[in-house]
């Protein structure tokens, strides 16, 4: 008499409930981004020399950060996840996103896509976001981004930290949310003007 193939009958046996087994949270019914207070509005092309174009190059960030989770600090080394809220993209991708709009309304400078390695602006903006979400006990969000600008031909490099802070009434993911937004707009407008005209 021949064995069962111990092997496929657990796998058989196990089929069933492949479709009850989830091994990732559920995803929330929206996902949160971020947009710009005054949006680039269509109209003509923007024409700008190397020399006035700004490379804003990918953001890193602290690995807190490195999720698509909605960052809650509970005091200066506790940190945890916000319930119910998560990111379109990681905050980094979203907020360089927002900068690179955000310099191109306030300064008329055109920004490339950094994948467009043939363009090789003068200006060169990088930096890291060191905050970018929920102050537990403060009861605020706050969005820190620590700058820096390099140009060709100058032997200095430009270095700044950003910040901006904005109370929040409750731990709901549409008001954390708003909030970030609002607190990303303001240093993102104050990254714009440091670049300048």
Same mark, same amino acid.
């Given at each position: 008499?021949?064995?069962?193939?111990?092997?496929?009958?657990?796998?058989?046996?196990?089929?069933?409930?492949?479709?009850?087994?989830?091994?990732?949270?559920?995803?929330?019914?929206?996902?949160?981004?971020?947009?710009?207070?005054?949006?680039?509005?269509?109209?003509?092309?923007?024409?700008?020399?190397?020399?006035?174009? #700004?490379?804003?190059?990918?953001?890193?960030?602290?690995?807190?950060?490195?999720?698509?989770?909605?960052?809650?600090?509970?005091?200066?080394?506790?940190?945890?996840?916000?319930?119910?809220?998560?990111?379109?993209?990681?905050?980094?991708?979203?907020?360089?996103?927002?900068?690179?709009?955000?310099?191109?309304?306030?300064?008329?400078? #055109?920004?490339?896509?950094?994948?467009?390695?043939?363009?090789?602006?003068?200006?060169?903006?990088?930096?890291?976001?060191?905050?970018?979400?929920?102050?537990?006990?403060?009861?605020?969000? #706050?969005?820190?981004?620590?700058?820096?600008?390099?140009?060709?031909?100058?032997?200095?490099?430009?270095?700044?930290?950003?910040?901006?802070?904005?109370?929040?009434?409750?731990?709901?993911?549409?008001?954390?949310?708003?909030?970030?937004?609002?607190?990303?707009?303001?240093?993102?407008?104050?990254?714009?003007?440091?670049?300048?005209?």
């Amino acid at each position: 008499m021949q064995k069962p193939n111990l092997a496929l009958l657990a796998v058989a046996a196990a089929l069933p409930l492949a479709g009850c087994i989830s091994f990732s949270p559920k995803p929330p019914p929206r996902l949160m981004s971020l947009s710009a207070t005054t949006p680039l509005a269509p109209g003509p092309a923007i024409t700008a020399a190397d020399s006035r174009a #700004v490379a804003v190059a990918p953001f890193s960030a602290i690995p807190q950060l490195g999720t698509q989770r909605v960052l809650v600090t509970d005091g200066p080394t506790a940190v945890a996840y916000l319930k119910g809220g998560l990111w379109a993209s990681q905050p980094s991708n979203l907020f360089r996103s927002l900068v690179a709009e955000t310099i191109t309304v306030r300064t008329g400078r #055109v920004v490339p896509d950094p994948r467009l390695l043939a363009i090789q602006p003068d200006t060169r903006l990088s930096g890291q976001l060191s905050a970018f979400g929920l102050d537990g006990p403060g009861q605020a969000v #706050v969005v820190t981004f620590d700058g820096t600008i390099a140009r060709t031909g100058s032997d200095s490099i430009q270095s700044r930290r950003f910040s901006a802070r904005v109370p929040v009434a409750s731990e709901q993911p549409d008001v954390v949310a708003s909030a970030l937004n609002q607190a990303a707009n303001q240093v993102a407008g104050e990254v714009a003007d440091w670049i300048g005209r």
